[in-house]
């Protein structure tokens, strides 16, 4: 009988330790546990309990890791990179092209008339992250198995919601399911989950697909829209933000007086996200 419980006590506490890191992980965060230790959720590319010039990263088994990370300079920040640790890139909103951060949402380097695009932007259906596409819930492996699993520990809210981030219509017909190799990986598991927030570094240069001289194409939490727009967006530098129902070019080294106008709180960052206290702005944490 001791041996019974003593089996069922461990699995238990195997059980709960999966579950809070994929906890971690949808909160933008990583487990971290030290010998001895029960563990918890540790905010992403921080010192935390790191030594000098080390901050946390993913490591194996998707729990957190000391390592040395890089320094970045100009417009580039560090992001989370499951190989190496931590590595260098463009600031959200821009998207390194031939050695240059150039603007998404706005002229770029496209001629004229044409607008720098993600790739896989349209009218109709969501955005999906890299290296996933839009695909019915009926033939997508993933979505199958990662319902399987949340009938077996009671339909977790948090693992819920994630899925449901993941649907690419109105309809909750279609779904982002990884491609190739990781087809049949269920969408709740540690990878997957660090996979979809993943933003694709593809772009396209479009013309404008909204109404010319009256709207814009924007996307938000991952859904295609056109809304109004002020002059300056069409050539911007900076980076192009959402201010109320209008966009508006915005310079990141003007932080303070920007975050004093629309303040932001952690959930209001969106999907892909998290607000850091450092930046004091939200900033990308996976490549």
């Not at 000098?52 to 390592?67: D, I, P």
């Not at 919601?161 to 690419?168: A, E």
Request: aromatic fraction near 6%.
């Amino acid at each position: 009988m001791k041996v019974l419980i003593l089996l069922f006590c461990q699995t238990v506490l195997v059980v709960c330790q999966y579950k809070q890191r994929e906890a971690c992980l949808l909160e933008g965060q990583v487990f971290y546990k030290q010998s001895g230790e029960s563990g918890e959720c540790r905010n992403l590319l921080e010192r935390g309990p790191c030594g000098r010039g080390h901050q946390l990263v993913l490591g194996e088994g998707y729990e957190g890791v000391c390592r040395k990370i890089p320094s970045c300079e100009g417009e580039e920040v560090k992001i989370v990179d499951i190989k190496h640790g931590a590595v260098c890139s463009c600031i959200l909103g821009k998207v390194g092209i031939h050695g240059k951060c150039q603007t998404i949402f706005s002229n770029g380097h496209c001629a004229s008339g044409e607008i720098l695009l993600p790739a896989n932007y349209g009218l109709s259906d969501g955005e999906c992250p890299a290296e996933f596409s839009c695909k019915s819930t009926d033939t997508c492996d993933s979505f199958a198995k990662a319902k399987k699993e949340l009938l077996e520990i009671s339909e977790d809210l948090k693992l819920s919601s994630h899925i449901q981030s993941l649907y690419c219509d109105t309809n909750e017909s279609m779904i982002c399911c990884p491609n190739g190799p990781n087809a049949s990986k269920s969408l709740i598991s540690p990878e997957m989950i660090v996979n979809s927030f993943k933003v694709s570094s593809k772009t396209q240069c479009l013309p404008n697909p909204c109404n010319p001289g009256v709207s814009w194409p924007w996307m938000q939490e991952g859904k295609s829209t056109c809304v109004k727009m002020s002059a300056e967006v069409r050539y911007c530098s900076g980076v192009v933000i959402k201010n109320g129902t209008t966009l508006e070019c915005h310079d990141p080294s003007e932080e303070d007086d920007f975050f004093a106008l629309a303040p932001i709180t952690n959930q209001k960052c969106g999907r892909r996200k998290i607000w850091s206290p450092y930046h004091q702005r939200c900033v990308r944490i996976f490549g």
